[in-house]
């Protein structure tokens, strides 16, 4: 339960959610490729939550004591081993899926390029970014576009503009949500708002799929909601 909670699961398929619309819009086809792709996202994203309670946990000792790390169930060494373990398992992923896609040599060295970008902007932001008033949220914002451009450049020969401005679209609107996050930490009202708007990233995705890739891969995507209201529901961020 511990390891669960440090892994903040309930938010895991709103970043899935990213992987599949970006896989379907983008032509998938290849169910190897869709599997290196969902264990990329996955594995970044649980390595950098892990992290992000690794590099806070002197303030949760203060702040949020019930915490995995503060509350003494997982030792900060552990939690610095399976962050970077997960973190570095994402990143073999990501290496992986250029060479077994359909992005051709540019797309395969513009691909490769980002999984570097996101491994920096991940640990940067876990250290010391997140602690900046801008800086932060628009490195949140950016790794999300880059998370749907590595899925495009993985799978697409040519990405055209409009995938490229959806994901710039779904990165301001990360943005704008991890600024509303600061502010949330004392208050039931804006925990509750934020969850819902982190949730309704899944049906922005969904409606983007059936925009670009027609209404099955929108319902592949759209049933990632009620898992994540389950996981919610049993593993509550905290």
């Keep these: 339960m511990a390891i669960l909670q440090l892994l903040r699961i309930s938010a895991l398929p709103t970043l899935l959610s990213t992987v599949l619309a970006s896989y379907f819009i983008g032509g998938g086809g290849n169910i190897i490729l869709l599997i290196f792709l969902l264990l990329f996202g996955a594995l970044l994203y649980l390595g950098g939550v892990v992290l992000n309670d690794y590099f806070d946990a002197a303030a949760d000792a203060i702040e949020r004591p ?6 003494g169930k997982i030792s900060i060494q552990t939690a610095f081993i399976l962050g970077m373990s997960l973190i570095t398992l994402g990143v073999f992923a990501g290496f992986i899926c250029p060479f077994i896609g359909n992005g051709g040599v540019l797309g395969r060295r513009i691909a490769i390029a980002i999984v570097m970008i996101l491994y920096c902007c991940v640990i940067s932001y876990d250290a010391f970014l997140k602690q900046l008033s801008i800086i932060g949220p628009v490195t ?19 990405v055209p503009a409009a995938h490229i401005i959806w994901s710039i679209f779904i990165g301001a609107y990360v943005m704008c ?52 209201i389950l996981l919610r529901r049993f593993f509550p961020m905290a």
């Design 66 to 71: 019930e915490r995995p790390i503060p509350s």
């Design 177 to 228: 949500l991890t600024m509303i996050s600061r502010f949330e930490s004392n208050s039931q009202k804006k925990q509750k708002l934020v969850g819902m708007l982190l949730l309704f990233l899944i049906p922005l995705d969904a409606v983007a799929c059936l925009f670009f890739a027609g209404i099955i891969p929108a319902l592949f995507v759209i049933l990632l909601c009620p898992v994540a």
């Design 140 to 158: 949140m914002g950016t790794c999300r576009i880059l998370c749907y451009l590595f899925v495009f450049f993985t799978v697409e020969r040519n």
